[in-house]
């Protein structure tokens, strides 16, 4: 037999390509145009094997960036979108695999897919799949169901027109079907939940449905040691909780049925699977032009049927091992979402919190009421405390262990679903600070161990900035619980307090750096006189320094929160504040006119803090004459 040569690409799990690549890269060499020009010529030839060339290229170069401006300023995606609706299975299922590669780059992308109509043949493939009928017909029917639900959930995310043309086709009766794994399987099962987990979020078109839909509940009440089915039921939860009347009838049956996801520690996991984590190609590699020459086809099949069946047996494994990791993040979520209410939707972040301050006096306490938990749905406080909610919580949002975080280093895929599943709990821990008494938490001493063990963490300065900026926000909240509790804080030292303010005083993360002054100034009310000085200082110096208007009025604020207890006449003499609190008044005045137009929804924060940042401005000046 005579040499042949094949083309080997590397591809996210789910997709089905196997692109001759080096096919359209001949024939654009041949005809003096370049890749993408070479794929859209191949899709517009009548011969079946061409538009599959020319697709699975497509295919390749939609999963490298550097590609995608090029592709999205072509004609390639208004020629290859009528393919998916083609009369010819094999290229339905390119067509879907490509346009899913290529949603995959966010909402800009999919804009693009949609202005460029793909809506229309998308929904159309979709819609030709008759649920009601015992499976598929075969796998391939099934992979394309599969990578058109990928696709549509990518555009429903991103684009508000994709939903809006989802619910004018009024698919959503017909997909539930597919929740039923005993028919389809449970890879079916989890991309449609996936799917209506997007498109049920704030979109009222589709609670109608979901509310008189009886498959939800019941699989709430499945009991499994399966990960897959687990997170599958997390997806049930996730969207009775994204329907008001669902989420609100249902509290308690949700929380219950997530607890055996709460209760697995997944560090303990990650170890199990080591050797699969480290054994395994990382699922984020560019995919890359492999070019082998082999003299027999069957002595290369022969000689890699093994390697195979052992990677087959490490993809089996991960896939499990990422369906655990998704729904322990998902759980995250869904407390989080329960633990708010339509009173309490500015609780989601510190930053939003605070722009939503009402205009007061500068000496006015933010102390948390009884009123602000009389929100929480019924149940909701009562099954947290049964299930041990909190502790389950904590445990999740620790670090890996230096061995096993090395091991996690070694597979991108997990790596980033393990910190997005830390920063999820760690989000959830902030909102329940925000939303329950310091008694529902633990209690004032578990609180302030937290708050300490955070920071312990956080001085390390190893962390990533998104996970950075999740503890020094839990922190900030915590912290914020403990106003009340100046013994706690009595054995600080200012070298304790120095490790602080170097964090600080290094941090080039604008959210970060805001964390660690409004701590300032939290600890400014519970510390003693002489290191209530070292923070004011401090304060003083930064906000002279700080270029961002919101990053300097929140500075201001900590400022002001350091005097709303106390007057500190000795330190306001020693450092001479009343002509440095002026000076930064007209400091935060200039910067007001050269920014007002970019404050955009941190407008009510900035000129509360205007507000009262001059009231304190007469005060010191009057405490000075005194």
């Known amino acids: 037999m005579g040499k042949v040569r094949k083309v080997k690409t590397r591809t996210p799990t789910g997709v089905n390509i196997s692109a001759d690549l080096e096919d359209a890269l001949d024939v654009g060499e041949a005809e003096g145009v370049g890749p993408i020009e070479a794929i859209c010529m191949h899709l517009q030839r009548p011969d079946v094997e061409d538009k599959l060339n020319g697709l699975h290229s497509f295919a390749v170069l939609a999963l490298r960036k550097e590609k995608v401006r090029e592709i999205c300023s072509s004609d390639l995606a208004r020629i290859a979108s009528p393919l998916l609706c083609d009369k010819e299975s094999a290229i339905r299922n390119a067509a879907a695999g490509a346009f899913r590669n290529l949603s995959v780059f966010g909402t800009e992308v999919c804009d693009f897919l949609v202005e460029n109509d793909i809506l229309t043949a998308l929904l159309a493939l979709i819609r030709g799949y008759d649920l009601t009928k015992n499976g598929f017909e075969n796998e391939l029917h099934a992979d394309t169901f599969l990578q058109a639900i990928h696709l549509l959930r990518n555009l429903c995310e991103s684009s508000p027109t994709a939903t809006e043309a989802f619910n004018q086709a009024n698919l959503l009766p017909s997909l539930l079907l597919g929740f039923d794994y005993t028919k389809f399987g449970l890879e079916v099962a989890i991309t449609v939940a996936q799917m209506v987990l997007v498109v049920s979020e704030n979109n009222s078109s589709s609670w109608n449905v979901l509310a008189s839909s009886n498959i939800l509940p019941e699989l709430l009440?499945?009991?499994?040691?399966?990960?897959?089915?687990?997170?599958?039921?997390?997806?049930?939860?996730?969207?009775?909780?994204?329907?008001?009347?669902?989420?609100?009838?249902?509290?308690?049956?949700?929380?219950?049925?997530?607890?055996?996801?709460?209760?697995?520690?997944?560090?303990?996991?990650?170890?199990?699977?080591?050797?699969?984590?480290?054994?395994?190609?990382?699922?984020?590699?560019?995919?890359?032009?492999?070019?082998s020459m082999e003299t027999e086809e069957l002595?290369?099949?022969?000689?890699?049927?093994?390697?195979?069946?052992?990677?087959?047996?490490?993809?089996?494994?991960?896939?499990?091992?990422?369906?655990?990791?998704?729904?322990?993040?998902?759980?995250?979520?869904?407390?989080?979402?329960?633990?708010?209410?339509?009173?309490?939707?500015?609780?989601?972040?510190?930053?939003?919190?605070?722009?939503?301050?009402?205009?007061?006096?500068?000496?006015?306490?933010?102390?948390?009421?009884?009123?602000?938990?009389?929100?929480?749905?019924?149940?909701?406080?009562?099954?947290?405390?049964?299930?041990?909610?909190?502790?389950?919580?904590?445990?999740?949002a620790q670090p890996l262990e230096p061995a096993l975080e090395k091991i996690v280093a070694q597979q991108e895929t997990i790596k980033d679903k393990v910190s997005k599943l830390r920063v999820s709990y760690l989000i959830c821990l902030q909102n329940l600070c925000n939303v329950l008494t310091e008694e529902d938490l633990g209690g004032y001493s578990d609180i302030y161990n937290m708050w300490m063990n955070l920071g312990q963490q956080a001085l390390k300065g190893t962390e990533d900035i998104t996970v950075m900026e999740a503890i020094t926000s839990l922190m900030r909240s915590s912290l914020s619980l403990l106003k009340s509790r100046k013994d706690l804080f009595s054995q600080m030292t200012e070298n304790d307090l120095n490790l602080i303010i170097d964090g600080a005083s290094k941090c080039t993360?604008?959210?970060?750096?805001?964390?660690?002054?409004?701590?300032?100034?939290?600890?400014?009310?519970?510390?003693?006189?002489?290191?209530?000085?070292?923070?004011?200082?401090?304060?003083?110096?930064?906000?002279?320094?700080?270029?961002?208007?919101?990053?300097?009025?929140?500075?201001?604020?900590?400022?002001?929160?350091?005097?709303?207890?106390?007057?500190?006449p000795q330190i306001i003499a020693e450092l001479e504040m009343c002509d440095r609190v002026q000076a930064l008044e007209e400091l935060f005045k200039s910067k007001l006119r050269q920014q007002r137009r970019d404050l955009k929804e941190r407008r009510p924060t900035i000129y509360t803090v205007k507000t009262n940042f001059a009231r304190f401005v007469f005060y010191l000046n009057k405490n000075c004459k005194q």
């Open 221 to 291: 009440g499945i009991t499994t040691e399966s990960y897959a089915q687990l997170y599958l039921n997390a997806l049930a939860a996730g969207i009775l909780c994204n329907v008001p009347a669902c989420s609100a009838a249902h509290t308690r049956e949700i929380l219950n049925s997530l607890d055996k996801l709460l209760s697995i520690n997944p560090q303990e996991q990650l170890l199990s699977c080591k050797n699969e984590i480290q054994n395994a190609k990382s699922k984020n590699e560019v995919p890359v032009l492999e070019i």
């Open 299 to 396: 002595t290369e099949s022969q000689s890699t049927n093994q390697s195979k069946q052992n990677q087959c047996d490490v993809d089996v494994t991960l896939k499990n091992l990422e369906h655990l990791l998704d729904a322990q993040r998902l759980v995250a979520e869904i407390i989080t979402n329960l633990g708010s209410s339509d009173d309490q939707s500015n609780w989601g972040t510190d930053s939003e919190q605070s722009e939503t301050e009402s205009v007061a006096d500068y000496d006015m306490e933010d102390e948390q009421t009884d009123s602000e938990t009389s929100g929480l749905p019924a149940n909701f406080l009562e099954t947290i405390k049964q299930n041990k909610v909190i502790e389950k919580l904590w445990q999740k």
């Open 509 to 568: 993360d604008l959210n970060i750096r805001v964390n660690w002054n409004r701590m300032l100034g939290t600890l400014g009310s519970l510390l003693s006189e002489s290191l209530v000085k070292v923070i004011v200082l401090f304060l003083l110096n930064s906000c002279a320094q700080e270029n961002d208007l919101w990053a300097l009025s929140e500075g201001l604020d900590a400022l002001m929160d350091i005097f709303a207890v106390e007057d500190w």
